[in-house]
């Protein structure tokens, strides 16, 4: 059985994002990513405002209040690698522990940044996943090529975004076979290492070979590194209203923030 992507089944929606030019789509993407950035430490209300655009969006494209909100979680655990900030920010001592000779203390300003750190990743994320869910993987490469994204980079992503699901489904292969074979055999953590190990070996060989043939595929039939569709990527009226309501909303995003930080 062939392996699809979640996403896949909301590409051809007929909500009115949808219809947005892919272009636009991916404008008000970084734009939103962009005010995170900039909304100062502890700004909650204007972090709550962003969570509200995303929800907002979502209502509008019919995924449901709660689509981006559901799939985000599973990219939380990667904002632990800002931890050390609970311990490095200057401030009030909150809580301490001595590991030795070091004593670790965690300020009251280190908690707020950390958890700052952590709404902004978690709200661009979801807006990162609405962008995907909305628009079909050829519209969204033309799009980054329309706005100048190195070409080498583009050709790269579409190539992961068309073989992701292809290597899914070698590495679901891989799995079957193994339980296929090692039926009441083996179940230590030595073993199951061993054998992932040579399983993520097979994999990788497996994906280099299949890189080559479709090099070669793709140079015979006259690739020249570019992803076509049959979107025009013309703007219209309503594209340029929803870009300029999204820079007036994300204005008074950062005008709240900042005010709140006076």
Same mark, same amino acid.
């Given at each position: 059985?062939?392996?699809?992507?979640?996403?896949?089944?909301?590409?051809? *929606?007929?909500? +009115?994002?949808? &219809?947005?030019?892919?272009?636009?789509?991916?404008? +008000?993407?970084?734009?939103? +990513?962009? @005010?995170?950035? !900039?909304?100062?430490?502890? /700004?909650?209300? /204007?972090?709550?405002? #962003?969570? *509200?655009?995303?929800?907002?969006?979502?209502?509008?494209?019919?995924?449901?209040?709660?689509?981006?909100?559901?799939?985000?979680? $599973?990219?939380?655990?990667?904002?632990?690698?800002? $931890? #050390?900030?609970?311990?490095?920010?200057?401030?009030?001592?909150?809580?301490? =522990?001595? $590991? *030795?000779?070091?004593?670790?203390?965690?300020?009251?300003?280190?908690?707020?940044?950390?958890?700052?750190?952590?709404?902004? #990743?978690?709200? @661009?994320?979801?807006?990162? +996943?609405?962008?995907?869910?909305?628009?079909?993987?050829?519209?969204? %490469?033309?799009? !980054?090529?329309?706005?100048?994204?190195?070409?080498?980079?583009?050709? $790269?992503?579409?190539?992961?975004?068309?073989?992701?699901?292809? %290597?899914?489904?070698?590495?679901?292969?891989?799995? &079957?076979?193994?339980?296929?074979? #090692?039926?009441? @055999?083996?179940?230590?953590?030595?073993?199951?290492?061993?054998?992932?190990?040579?399983?993520?070996?097979?994999?990788?060989?497996?994906?280099?070979?299949? @890189?080559?043939?479709?090099?070669?595929?793709?140079?015979?039939?006259?690739?020249?590194?570019?992803?076509?569709?049959?979107?025009?990527?013309?703007?219209?009226?309503?594209? =340029?209203?929803?870009?300029?309501?999204?820079?007036?909303?994300?204005?008074?995003?950062?005008?709240? *923030?900042?005010?709140?930080?006076?």
């Amino acid at each position: 059985m062939t392996h699809t992507h979640l996403s896949d089944r909301y590409h051809n *929606g007929v909500s +009115i994002v949808h &219809r947005l030019e892919p272009r636009v789509k991916v404008i +008000i993407t970084v734009l939103f +990513i962009a @005010s995170n950035t !900039l909304v100062p430490d502890g /700004a909650w209300t /204007a972090f709550a405002l #962003s969570l *509200g655009l995303v929800t907002f969006v979502c209502m509008l494209a019919r995924l449901g209040a709660f689509f981006a909100l559901k799939r985000s979680f $599973v990219a939380l655990p990667f904002v632990l690698v800002a $931890v #050390s900030v609970l311990f490095a920010t200057p401030g009030l001592p909150v809580a301490g =522990w001595q $590991v *030795g000779s070091y004593a670790l203390v965690v300020t009251d300003a280190g908690v707020t940044r950390f958890l700052s750190i952590l709404a902004r #990743s978690w709200l @661009s994320v979801q807006m990162a +996943i609405v962008l995907t869910a909305v628009t079909n993987i050829p519209d969204l %490469l033309h799009a !980054l090529r329309h706005l100048y994204v190195p070409p080498l980079l583009v050709g $790269v992503i579409g190539l992961m975004l068309r073989y992701l699901d292809v %290597l899914t489904d070698e590495a679901l292969r891989l799995m &079957r076979a193994r339980d296929a074979r #090692s039926a009441g @055999s083996g179940g230590s953590i030595l073993w199951r290492a061993q054998v992932a190990g040579y399983m993520v070996g097979q994999l990788f060989l497996r994906s280099y070979e299949r @890189s080559e043939r479709v090099h070669q595929a793709m140079l015979a039939r006259g690739f020249d590194g570019r992803f076509l569709t049959i979107n025009p990527h013309q703007m219209g009226e309503r594209d =340029w209203w929803a870009l300029a309501g999204t820079v007036a909303v994300l204005a008074l995003v950062q005008t709240v *923030g900042h005010a709140l930080r006076m």
